[in-house]
């Protein structure tokens, strides 16, 4: 049976989420992951502060810098959101750029799309 809805009762997280990752291997690795809720306006804001920061790129141009850079920036946005994961190691932004570089380039955009969907579309459970 459904549990009659409360108003005034806000989660602080969404229902935690296994997020897929694939490996520079071929194979697939799953984090799970519990992301800070936010409604459908407070993330819109929130990709309007993203959208809105300052890559910090100077000068000659580096794809070494840019990707460091992009690194860096993906780990502070990641760190804000996330409010807890399932590795066995603490959440830092340190762990995060880690995941990046030792997971490859696609684990980061898979958890952001995975707070994306979570913050547009919802999750079952909350």
Same mark, same amino acid.
């Given at each position: 049976?459904?549990?009659? =809805?409360?108003?005034?009762?806000?989660?602080?997280?969404?229902? #935690?989420?296994?997020?897929?990752?694939?490996?520079?291997?071929?194979?697939?690795?799953? =984090?799970?992951?519990?992301?800070?809720?936010?409604?459908?306006?407070?993330?819109?804001?929130?990709?309007?502060?993203?959208?809105?920061?300052?890559?910090?790129?100077?000068?000659?141009?580096?794809?070494?810098?840019?990707?460091?850079?992009?690194?860096?920036?993906?780990?502070?946005?990641?760190?804000?959101?996330?409010?807890?994961?399932?590795?066995?190691?603490?959440?830092?932004?340190?762990? =995060?750029? #880690?995941? #990046?570089? #030792?997971?490859?380039?696609?684990? =980061?955009?898979?958890?952001?799309?995975?707070?994306?969907?979570?913050?547009?579309?919802?999750?079952?459970?909350?």
């Amino acid at each position: 049976m459904a549990n009659k =809805i409360k108003l005034g009762n806000r989660p602080k997280a969404f229902k #935690e989420i296994e997020v897929s990752i694939t490996l520079p291997d071929g194979e697939i690795g799953i =984090i799970p992951v519990t992301y800070k809720y936010m409604d459908r306006k407070e993330f819109g804001r929130w990709q309007d502060d993203v959208l809105a920061s300052d890559s910090g790129m100077s000068g000659d141009f580096s794809w070494e810098k840019y990707y460091e850079k992009s690194a860096e920036k993906s780990a502070d946005v990641l760190f804000g959101v996330i409010d807890s994961w399932g590795l066995d190691v603490p959440l830092t932004k340190e762990a =995060i750029m #880690e995941v #990046e570089s #030792e997971c490859g380039a696609g684990a =980061i955009p898979a958890l952001l799309k995975a707070f994306g969907d979570a913050c547009r579309e919802g999750r079952l459970g909350n």
